[in-house]
C-alpha cells in the first residue's frame, strides 16, 4: 500500500489538489461542507501530510542532532536519555551521532546534520578537537548549537555545564579530610576542557593544604572505551613508581573501576593502604566491591537542561528575538562510599 | 548568516534558477561554462542542497527510526552503537526514540516515526505492548520494519534474534553439571517473547536432566529501571520461601547483580552455597565480586544486522525487487565465570 496523496484525495471526490490542501489547512474559501468531506476521507483513508513538503514550507524539520562521544556510557546514555525525554514533548525527534572521540568524524557528522536542516545541534566534543571552524560554521548559519560536559571555551554558544574545577577540588579535599597525604591523580587526556579543569582543582586543593604538587604523581588516561584497562595498568605502575602514596583522584568512573580491580587482585587494601575517589557516579560504582566514593555527575539533568536552552534559542530565532547565550552550570555533589575513610574530623 | 539558495547563486550569474540547479546536477543541455561557473561559486558561496527539496523528489529522507526499551542499559546502548556504525556507511542518520517499555508510548513513536517519513524502522518491543497493529501498519506502508530482540512472533517481518531457549537451556545445564539440584529461576515480564523463551529453555534443561519442575521457584521481574532493586528484592524473598536452592539462573545481568549484592550482604556464599547464571554480559558483570557467569548476547552484532537487513530491504523496495523476511539467529556464548562452580565433569 503506498501513503495516499494529496491527489488521491482530490480525485475521489473529484475536486482541485489546491481544494484539498486548503480543506485540510481550513481556508475560509472553502466550504464547510466540502471540509468536512475532505476531512472525513482523509482520516478514512489515513492520509499522512508529506513531511518533506511541510518542512519546505515551513522550514522547520522537527528534528534535532546530537553529537555525542561515546554511547556506551553511563553518563552519556543518561544524557541521551534526558534530551530524548524533553525533545518528545516539544515534539521534537533526536538523530544521534558517535564521534568515537574522533575530530574528524565530528566534522563529518556537523556537515551531515546541517544538511539534514536539522533545527539544532547538541554536542559533546571529541578528546582531540583542536580546531573549532566546524562549530563556528553552525552558528553562522544561524543554526542554534549547544555545548555540554566537553566544551570549547572559546566557541560563542551556549553551554551545559559542572564545575569541573570546584568538584576535583570537594573530591581531593575529601582524600585529604580521610588523612591521605600522598596523592595521586589518574587525569583525563590533555585537550578536553573539564579534564584540564579537574586536573586544576586537584592541585589547587593540594597546594591550599600545604602538600606540594608533585607532577610525577600525574597519570594519563584517554579515558576512550579502554579505560577500564588503562585504570588497571596505571593502577600497578603508580604502584612500581610510587609505594608511599596513599590516595588517588581519578578522572573518570571506569578507570577508578579498573584501578581497584588491579589492587584487589595484589592484594592492596582500599581505603586502608590506598583511597581512591572517581568521577561521575556510574551506577556500577554502586555495585563494585568496595563500592566507589564518586563525584555525581547529573547526566540525565544535563541533557534536559540541554535540550531545553535549545528549544528556547530555536524560539527565539522564530520570533525574531534576540538570542541570548547562556552558561548552565549544574550542581554536583561527592558520594562517599567505601573505598574512602571517614573523614578525620567527624571520627569518635 | 543564512543559508545560500540557488536563487542567490542564479541573482549573482545573473542567470536563471533552473540552469543553476541544472548545472549542479550536470544536465547536459547547460555549457560546460555556465556549469563551471556556477560549481565554483556554489561552492566558495557553501551552498548547501535543501535536503527538504531533495527529499520530495527522492522520496527518501535518508533516515532511519529506532525505538528501543531503555538507553540507559549496556545491552541496548551496544545495539545502537551497533547500528549507528553500519547506518554511518550508507549514509544513513539514525532517529532513536525510548519507548520506557510503554505500549501505548511505542504507538505513538511509531506514528511519529511514519509522519517524519524515515525510510524503515527497527524496533525492539516494549515488555507491555500485547497488540501489533502499529507495526501492522508499517508494513502496510510497505517501509520497512526489523524487530531485534524483543519481537513479536506473529508480525510478518525480519527479525534479528540470538536462541532465547537454547541459551537458556545451556545456562541452566551449567548450573546442573556444577552440582547443582535445586535450580531457581528469576524470569522476566510474562509477555516478551524472550522472557517465555528462557523461561521455556530452563524448565527444559531440568526435565532433560529428571530434575522435577517446580513452578514455586520460579519468580517475575519487570527488568524494567528497577532491575537491580527487584534482583536484591528476589533474593531475599527467595532465601525465606525456599532454604534449599542451591542455584538461580536470572533473565539478566541486572537482576543478577541485584541477587549478588544481596547475598554478599547476608553473608550468603556464592557459589559455594548458591550459584547464580546471568543473562547478557553486561561489563558490570566482568568487575563485580565475585565475578558473573553469563551468557553472551552480542548487542553491537545485532545492531548491525539489523541495519544491514533494513539496508538490504530498503535496496529491494527501491529497485522494485521482491522483498524477503530473514530470521537472523546470531550466536551466543556462556561466559564461566566466578559465581558458579566448576563443572563436576572437569573436576580433577
Redesign the interface.
Known sequence: ???VTLSDIAERLNISITTVSKALKDYPDVSPKTKALVKELALTL?Y??????V??RTKE???IGLIIPV????FF??V??GI??QA?KKGY??????SNESYELEKKQID??????VDGIIISLANDTVDFKHLN?VI???KPLIMFDKIAKLVKCSKVIINDRQAAYDATQHLINTGCKRIAHFRGSLLPQNSIDRFLGYKKALVDNGIPYDPNLVYICECDDKS?EEGKKNAIKLLEDHDDVDGIFINTDLVA?GAI?AF?DLGVKIPETISIVGFSNW??SS???PTLTTVDQPGFEMGKEAFKQLFKEIRQRKNNLPVTYEEIVLKTSLVKRESTKTELTNRV
Not at 499522512?48 to 513538503?53: G, K, L, Q, V, Y
Open positions: 500500500m503506498k501513503p489515513n499522512r501530510p508529506n513531511s518533506f513538503a518542512n519546505l524539520s522537527k528534528t554511547i556506551v556510557h553511563h546514555s543518561s541521551i536519555k530524548i525525554s518528545e525527534l533526536v538523530i544521534i551521532l558517535q551531515l546534520l546541517i544538511n539534514q536542516r560554521d553562522s548559519l544561524d577500564f573501576i580491580a584487589n551506577f556500577m555495585v563494585i566491591s
